[in-house]
């Protein structure tokens, strides 16, 4: 009797060097439970839990250093301790034969004075300041001014994402992935609403794009394009940080990308659509994923339909899963057998508690 074809979540993918078993993601999530800024115990398990053989996880949004933090309790990797914090949690990872990718990333302006080192003013392209914003768990979130960086200042930043590139490799991940989404440093530089700036870092879509390549060149010579990634969010209104043509802006940007060698560009869809009182995904990233030379993953309101959707039809290679891998550790699993899926409670998203909201949703089994 002829077996039935896996679904096309549940397909084997050649990315770069690495043999992938299937191809949901474990997205990005930050979980503010890095009791100050040290990856814990607790992290370890969580992670494992949601490891499976041939699987690519990507770790939460990792500070590149003591100026890069933008919440309480999220992990850095910018001295020896937190990479010592890191090395059990990335070896619990491997244990289960998963693949780990570390997510390097600087908040910019999206901080505040408690925050910052000495209380300082977070750094940013811009000096302009964030609005207050209403969080997922209903918390108003106040930012302070930020400082504009001086043109002489940024080669210190980009070599602080060389550096904590070096020691991620060094706590044992796989790879990195340079966070370049969601209102944070990279994007302040990249999108014309929060870079006002009139030197060679502001203005065309060249100078915009300039720190973000300077940073990618040098997190690829520290470690090899081999093992970098990058997270693009260009569709985002998030953080008063939107661009008023992320088309060409996101274009402009992959192209250039492929200079650079890099193993995979990791992209943000537009925010759902409703048709016909269903949500659906409004798959506006395929002009990128064809300009991209390497593996590309997408990301952003997929469920088990639209994801072999997409992956069936040749939209994306990968599909990463934030909310749903966060309720549901067994998410491939579940994806496989067609299993009904947990809820995910957006109160405890980033509650410091190391079990609740954590390690204590229930597999299937």
């Known amino acids: 009797m002829e077996s039935t074809p896996a679904p096309p979540l549940l397909t084997p993918h050649k990315m770069g060097q690495f043999d992938l078993a299937h191809r949901v993601v474990l997205a990005p999530l930050t979980r503010q439970r890095s009791y100050g800024n040290v990856p814990q115990a607790h992290a370890a398990v969580y992670y494992a839990q949601r490891a499976t053989k041939g699987g690519l996880l990507i770790a939460e949004a990792t500070g590149v250093s003591d100026t890069a933090q933008g919440c309480k ?13 890191w090395k059990p949690v990335v070896d619990a990872v491997h244990a289960k034969g998963a693949l ?13 004075y408690k925050l910052q080192p000495n209380g300082q003013a977070p750094i940013s392209s811009t000096d302009k300041q964030v609005s207050p914003q209403m969080s997922a768990d209903g918390r108003l979130e106040e930012f302070s001014p930020p400082r504009r960086l001086a043109k002489d200042e940024i080669p210190n930043v980009v070599n602080d994402f060389r550096e904590a590139a070096r020691n991620a490799i060094a706590a044992g991940f796989d790879g990195v992935e340079i966070h370049g989404a969601y209102s944070y440093l990279i994007e302040q530089f990249l999108k014309d609403s929060a870079n006002d700036r009139t030197d060679e870092y502001g203005g065309s879509l060249k100078n915009r794009c300039r720190f973000a390549l300077e940073v990618v060149g040098a997190v690829v010579e520290e470690v090899g394009g081999h093992r ?15 661009d008023s043509d992320p088309q060409a802006l996101a274009l402009h940007l992959v192209k ?6 890099i193993l995979y560009c990791h992209m943000i869809e537009p925010r759902m659509a409703h048709v016909d009182g269903r949500r659906q995904v409004p798959h506006r990233l395929l002009p990128f994923r064809e300009a991209f030379n390497g593996t590309f993953i997408a990301n952003g309101g997929y469920d088990r339909e639209e994801g072999n959707k997409v992956i069936g039809e040749g939209y994306t290679d990968l599909v990463a899963y934030g909310r749903l891998f966060l309720a549901n550790p067994d998410l491939p699993r579940r994806f496989e057998l067609s299993a009904p899926l947990n809820d995910y409670d957006r109160m405890t998203f980033y509650t410091p508690d190391p079990v609740v909201g954590y390690t204590d949703y229930p597999f299937l089994d």
């Open 73 to 85: 309790d999220a992990p850095g990797v910018w001295t020896e301790e937190q990479v010592d914090g």
């Open 256 to 261: 250039k990308l492929n200079d650079y060698g």
């Open 100 to 112: 780990f990718f570390c997510q390097i990333w600087h908040a910019g302006r999206v901080s505040n």
């Open 228 to 242: 970098v990634g990058i997270r693009l969010s260009p569709f985002t209104d998030y953080m008063d940080c939107h």
